[in-house]
T-cell receptor, first 111, second 114 residues
């Protein structure tokens, strides 16, 4: 079983829509969580950390559900520039250097 | 502020040739350093990481090796490239300490093996 699993998509949404992605993880001892954004043929860039109580950064909201072992990313009022692949990352408590990346969920925002 | 430099941006190499990719970090000291490979349409695979000079942890058996000759320099090498070594190679750094520090990536090297 993979450490981290994501729906590859693509999610095709119109501008202004709200879209949500989930990411499940298998290790219940996972310690830290992040969302990254990766544009086509570019390096991943940190979008936001995911905190236990949930956190928001502008149009982006991240949530953690430890009981069900998933994290989520909600994007409100989608912009064309939000089109990218979104990677979730899980770090286990036993090794802070092992970042487990999901394969990513592709988002296409259409005019 | 911290920056990470990775070169070259693209590389085309014949099978059996050697490889050397270099990554340097500026603006921080004693970073944790990482090499990843991303195959087309796939997720990131951790290849090596280093928590200090001369300290290398290998994650998967393969045709590659890594070295850290200086605090902020991380090198990925191969003596003889295979077709399966093609991919997008990414270097990343992270500060020492708490687990909630994210990794930050260089621009990547796109390696094609012919």
């Amino acid at each position: 079983r993979k450490e981290v699993e994501q729906d590859p998509g693509p999610f095709n949404v119109p501008e202004g829509a709200t879209v949500a992605f989930n990411c499940t993880y298998s290790n219940s001892a996972s310690q830290s969580f992040f969302w990254y954004r990766q544009d086509c043929r570019k390096e991943p860039k940190l979008l936001m950390s995911v905190y236990s109580s949930g956190n928001e950064d502008g149009r982006f909201t991240a949530q953690l559900n430890r009981a069900s072992q998933y994290i989520s990313l909600l994007i409100r009022d989608s912009k064309l520039s939000d089109s990218a692949t979104y990677l979730c990352v899980v770090i286990p408590s036993y090794n802070f250097n092992k970042f487990y990346f999901g394969s990513g969920t592709k988002l296409n925002v259409k005019p | 502020s911290q920056t990470i430099h990775q070169w070259p941006a693209t590389l085309v190499q014949p099978v059996g040739s050697p490889l050397s990719l270099e990554c340097t970090v500026e603006g921080t000291s004693n970073p944790n350093l990482y090499w990843y490979r991303q195959a087309a349409g796939r997720g990131l695979q951790l290849l090596f990481y280093s928590v200090g000079i001369g300290q290398i942890s290998s994650e998967v058996p393969q045709n590659l090796s890594a070295s850290r000759p200086q605090d902020r320099q991380f090198i990925l090498s191969s003596k003889k490239l295979l077709l399966s070594d093609s991919g997008f190679y990414l270097c990343a750094w992270r500060g020492q300490g708490a687990s909630n520090q994210p990794q930050h990536f260089g621009d990547g090297t796109r390696l094609s093996i012919l």
